[in-house]
């Protein structure tokens, strides 16, 4: 039975395990090398997880861990921010399910629960990222109803052969 639950610090390590696998996964995409270097702080170590976690008693962070038979398989991570003009925007910053257990309804019950926790919050809109190319997860959003309402583009620079 699938089911979803707020995240607590005695799933870190389990949770670590989780970001590890999307960071892998994510690193092999279009998109994904940058992705993981520029948002590796976040639930890619325990510090960081653990402070998000204590950020949930400050209602300013949501942790939920997606569930199969007790058994964590996923995770999500949302945030409010502020907005210029003080309005709040909740941001999916991580949402994961393990290959094996996609396409069974953790991935919707995690959003829907940050969905219920940003409206509950007064957020008007919810942001969440899908790499270039990942169209199972551009498709997942676009099912939960989000739209692309942001491109964002990259041009590497590289160093060249005479290392100026």
Do not use: Y
Not at 26 to 49: H, V
Not at 125 to 136: N, Q, W
Request: charged share 25%.
């Amino acid at each position: 039975m699938e089911g979803v639950r707020p995240g607590a610090e005695s799933d870190v390590d389990r949770l670590l395990e989780l970001a590890r696998a999307m960071r892998a996964e994510f690193a092999e995409m279009r998109g994904g090398q940058m992705w993981t270097l520029r948002e590796e702080g976040r639930a890619g170590n325990a510090d960081n997880l653990f402070s998000v976690i204590a950020q949930m008693a400050d209602g300013k962070s949501r942790v939920v861990v997606g569930t199969i038979d007790g058994a964590a398989m996923g995770f999500a991570i949302g945030v409010i921010d502020t907005l210029a003009d003080g309005a709040l925007l909740g941001v999916v910053t991580d949402l994961f399910v393990e290959e094996q257990a996609r396409e069974v309804g953790i991935g919707e019950a995690m959003l829907l629960d940050l969905t219920t926790f940003f409206a509950e919050h007064g957020c008007i809109g919810i942001d969440a990222v899908a790499l270039p190319g990942d169209r199972s997860t551009k498709n997942f959003f676009e099912e939960q109803g989000f739209k692309a309402r942001l491109l964002q583009m990259h041009h590497t620079l590289e160093e060249d052969s005479s290392g100026q």
